[in-house]
């Protein structure tokens, strides 16, 4: 093989190492010491925190929201209280990239954890399970939820049982929201 070729596979594989690297949610001081999203919270320290501005909109039913768009690529966004503090999180990959995120709420990693690893990990909780019809969000996924103190959890997977959606609420939210 020439040296020419040489070098073209290790840029490519030099290129493959860095396009799918891990990146890191930048959530730390969000979470307390059992890796739980800390609540109750407010857009400016979670702006703060995360060294990004707060996108504040409202739904079709003027419900105020607010999103935060991270480096790593993780967007959180979270309806806000009269008072404007946050209550309940939702994280999910903008534009669904296939981007390896960690330091999620849980010690969980976005497009890397799977069902199997949630059905352990939260055994000792009543997880439901539910398929994802091919309407939803993520066709054929999975949706995991169960509830955890006093919030629930719900986890969506895509047909290749990646973590795609986390979501810490006061009430359980229906797949068709998502």
């Known amino acids: 093989m020439s040296t020419s070729a040489y070098r073209l596979t290790f840029l490519f594989q ?21 890796q739980e999203f800390i609540f109750p919270q407010t857009p400016k320290k979670i702006s703060a925190i995360l060294g990004v501005k707060t996108v504040f909109y409202e739904d079709a ?29 939702f994280f999910n990959i903008k534009d669904d990239r296939p981007i390896v995120v960690e330091g ?29 019809d091919e309407d939803a969000e993520y066709p054929g996924g999975i949706r995991l939820f169960f509830k955890k103190g006093d919030r629930f959890i719900t986890l ?11 979501s810490i609420t006061n009430e359980i939210i229906g797949p068709a929201v998502n």
Do not use: H
Request: charged share 25%.
């Open 14 to 34: 030099f290129l493959a190492l860095f396009s799918f690297a891990q990146q890191n949610a930048g959530l730390k001081t969000l979470l307390n010491k059992k």
């Open 61 to 89: 039913n003027e419900q105020p929201y607010a999103s935060w768009l991270t480096k790593s690529g993780l967007e959180l966004y979270c309806s806000l209280k009269e008072d404007k503090s946050i209550d309940e999180m």
């Open 104 to 132: 999620l709420p849980f010690n969980l990693v976005m497009n890397r954890t799977t069902s199997q690893q949630i059905m352990l990990k939260f055994s000792k909780y009543q997880i439901k399970k539910e398929k994802l």
């Open 156 to 166: 969506l997977f895509d047909r290749k049982n990646l973590l795609k959606f986390l």
